[in-house]
């Protein structure tokens, strides 16, 4: 079965330009979390989707937007992008049809450079 | 609020050495708790996890952990440390359907 999937590996924009990062979860799964990676903060939670629905959210400005879509694959979109936004973006996707004790499958990432 | 801490941004072992990578969690409710791996420029990989049952999970390449419920600790150990083994290690956990609680990471240095 293949896994998680991103879309692009790499990227480089401007500061104020926007962006959007796509993610196929592993087939069968229905929830999508993103996640924001840097150095200095570590891996912070952004939101979860399931069954096209925003579940939880973590504490970013509304400038970081995500959707998903009936085949579960989910995007994330950054609005104004800013220099704190260079990152490695990650993807992770689980069943969601058993509760908590449920393991994400992380992607192996999109990183973005804002110049 | 739910946090989980990770002591030691660092660990550096010698090859064939003991690892201990330490995970504590505040939280009054016994949370799932997960430890994942990553290596340079990849996204993680789950190591093992703990849900219920047995408190000494057994995971991949060897890594086990024990959860403790009176020390809210979830450490993660190997006996024998290989030099694959360096990479960053997180701690994570979930309560019910709420999101995951990442820690810092623990870069783990393999000297040969």
């Known amino acids: 079965k293949a896994g998680v999937t991103q879309t692009p590996r790499y990227l480089i924009k401007t500061r104020g330009q926007q962006v959007t990062l796509s993610c196929s979860p592993i087939?069968?799964?229905?929830?999508v979390s993103w996640y924001q990676q840097t150095p200095g903060q570590g891996l912070q939670f952004l939101f979860e989707y399931f069954s096209e629905t925003q579940r939880n959210k973590g504490n970013f400005p509304g400038r970081f937007s995500g959707r998903q879509f009936s085949n579960s694959r989910s995007e994330m979109n950054v609005s104004t992008l800013e220099l704190g936004d260079s990152a490695l973006y990650l993807c992770a996707s689980s069943l969601a049809a058993s509760g908590a004790q449920e393991t994400q499958y992380f992607g192996p990432g999109t990183r973005l450079l804002v110049l | 609020a739910q946090s989980v801490t990770q002591l030691g941004s660092h660990v550096s072992v010698s090859e064939g050495a003991l690892v201990l990578l330490r995970c504590n969690y505040s939280?009054?409710?016994?949370?799932?708790l997960f430890w994942y791996v990553q290596y340079p420029n990849q996204g993680l990989q789950l190591l093992l996890k703990y849900t219920t049952g047995a408190t000494l999970v057994k995971g991949i390449n060897g890594f086990e952990a024990e959860f403790k419920k009176s020390e809210t600790s979830f450490h993660l150990t190997k006996p024998s440390a290989h030099m694959s083994d360096a990479a960053e290690y997180f701690c994570a956990v979930r309560y019910n359907f709420n999101k995951f609680y990442f820690g810092s990471g623990t870069k783990l240095n393999v000297k040969p």
């Open positions: 939280s009054s409710v016994p949370p799932y």
């Open positions: 087939s069968g799964h229905r929830s």
